[in-house]
């Protein structure tokens, strides 16, 4: 279980502060799937980061598994990065000249998977997004949405209990995008993994059974899905039609 | 952590970034070729200065004229000439010596039917070959006969022969000195060095001769026949000491000198020169060390400045390998063993282009460099220090950021 206790995250720039995030509190079963929206710069990223312990907040606590990471070492919290948490980020954070394949194999070299194994793994990892072709292209050779399952690839590869997604299939058109949904509901369900991904899609939101809303750095709403969409469902036409992006701040309204 | 495992996954970080990596090598083989390089020559010479000297002759003692400098002595400064008398008083006089050999010795011009040169020629007696340490290659040296006689023979150096007679044998032609005819009797063997003072450019003839023939009026003060210098050759070392204070006392007596008067003449023996002339070389040796220094320096830099341009994305690097799991240790080995490949590449093709470098000018008759283990040793080791500190201390900051920091680094 991860548990956020009242985290507030302030960042200074020059004179002023910037709140990303503001009394934050939530738990996450294990083996949850969650999504989590809201507006540009309502702190979503911010508060993946700290999920993922790539972060600290600013005050307040971030337990897993009941065990408070703000007092654990440098060295207890690359162990769990290792070993617990795999992190997809917006931004997809490749190492560049590095062939696809070793993007995939870089966290099995911390987590003490022997050399053999690792090519094997990471072969499967990204056969399952689709990249079987692609093993030995360098990201500069691969198109975004590639690059994308590259990073997602990467973050499953040494199957870890808590998988974070920071807008995962915004780079994909909808059938990659659903084949993602797939591959994370295919986790969830049969390995118990927890699932917490950040969306501008309520479509893709809706594959969760729990959507957490931000804004302003605070949760403004936090309810479970009724009918959890199953990957492969069709999107409505009137979705699609009206396009992702506005379409998301309307609900978002509407819930408030 | 897996040693192995780490050593991987900097090798694949290297060539994932080859320009980088060879531009880094690059300035440290620059930096370490520069440093074998001039050190080398800077031992090369001298060494080349100390052989020089010991070819001379051993336990050497020089006279000669001159005042030797020597601040805070007070008395009397009388200026006086070595005078040949001296010469028989010290020999008459001093124990412990193995040879005595007086010289007078002038710019003169030596002439053969179709070259005229100026030699510096030496009058004096035979001991002056043993005494200098020197051996005749064809023919023969002077001898009391030659002197008491003031026989017109003349004995040669390897290069005198060369420039007057050009590969034909010297021996019996006749060379003009001073427009008096003189007869060849003797080469001597080469000592392989030269310059001016050197055996092979020297023209050597009975010291009487000289003086009734060659020196002229400039070899006389007060009717009396004066030296040039006086060399003597030490029965052993530890005489040195002693034959040294008892020629002064004799050059004191003969020349009418107190004990605080300044001595007009300059003692020294094989040993300080030898000294002084380290002094010298190592000063050379010291300024060109400071040279290669720089250039090692300037290597640094450039390493700097490849690793300081790199550290942007390397610091993202950092961040992500932190991101997936990698402890700070495990961060910092990729990076130790990143640096040392790169170092002990450089400093080898370092070590190796700077000793081609010192050989080539050793080949072209330069200077005789000399590459040595410690001065390979030391361009090595600093190098690689350099190369570590520039490599490490970027990698150790970046090291020390959250990984979400460091990810985002600009
Ligand atoms: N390193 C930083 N320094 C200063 N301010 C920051 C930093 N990172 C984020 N912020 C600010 O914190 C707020 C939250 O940023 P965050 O990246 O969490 O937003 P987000 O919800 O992920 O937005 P998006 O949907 O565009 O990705 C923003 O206002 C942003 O400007
Ligand atoms: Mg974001």
Sequence with gaps: MIEVKNVTKIYKVGDSEVHALDGVSLKIRDGEMVAIMGPSGSGKSTLMAILGCLDTPTSGDYLIDDKDTSKMKEDQLAHLRAHKVGFVFQQFNLLPRTSALENVMLPLTYDGTKAKERVERAKKALELVGLSDRLHHHPNQLSGGQQQRVAIARALVNEPSILLADEPTGNLDSKNGDEIMAIFQQLHREKHQTVVYVTHDMFIARHTERIIFLMDGKIVRDEAVKNPIKAGTKRPDEVLVNGNHNNNHKIIEVLQ | MNVINNVRVAIRALRANMLRSSLTVLGIVIGVAAVVALLSIGRGATSNITEQVESMGTNLITISQGRSFRPGMGGASRSSSLMYKDYEAIQEKVEGINGISPYYSSQTQVSTTSRTTNYS???TLPAYLEVNNLEVETGRFITDTDNLERSRVVVIGQDVSDDLFEGLNPLGRTIKINNVSFEVIGVLASKGTSGIGSADSSVIIPIRTGYARIFGSMAVYNGNYTLSG?????????????????????????????????????????????????????????????????????????????????????????????????????????????????????????????????????????????????????????????????????????????????????
């Design chain 2, 121 to 123: 020629v030496i009058g």
């Design chain 2, 230 to 410: 006086i060399t003597i050759s030490a029965e052993s070392k530890d005489f040195i000491d002693t034959i040294m204070y008892k020629v002064e006392l004799v050059l004191r007596s003969q020349h009418k000198l107190g004990l605080n008067d300044d001595l007009g003449f300059t003692i020294s023996s094989q040993e300080q020169m030898l000294s002084s002339l380290s002094d010298i070389s190592n000063t050379m040796s010291a300024y060109l060390g400071a040279i290669a220094g720089i250039s090692l320096l300037v290597g640094g830099i450039g390493i700097m400045n490849i690793t300081l341009v790199s550290v942007t994305e390397r610091t993202r690097e950092i961040g992500l390998r932190k991101a997936v799991g990698a402890p700070q240790k495990a961060i910092l080995f990729q990076f130790l063993v990143e640096t040392m490949t790169l170092a002990v590449l450089g400093g080898v093709i370092g070590v190796i282009l700077g000793s081609l470098i010192a050989t080539i000018f050793t080949y072209l008759d330069l200077i005789t460099a000399k590459v040595t283990f410690d001065v390979i040793l030391l361009s090595f080791t600093s190098s690689a220090l350099i190369g570590l500190f520039f490599g490490i201390y970027p990698a150790y900051q970046a090291s020390k950021l959250k990984p979400i920091e460091a990810l985002r680094y600009e």
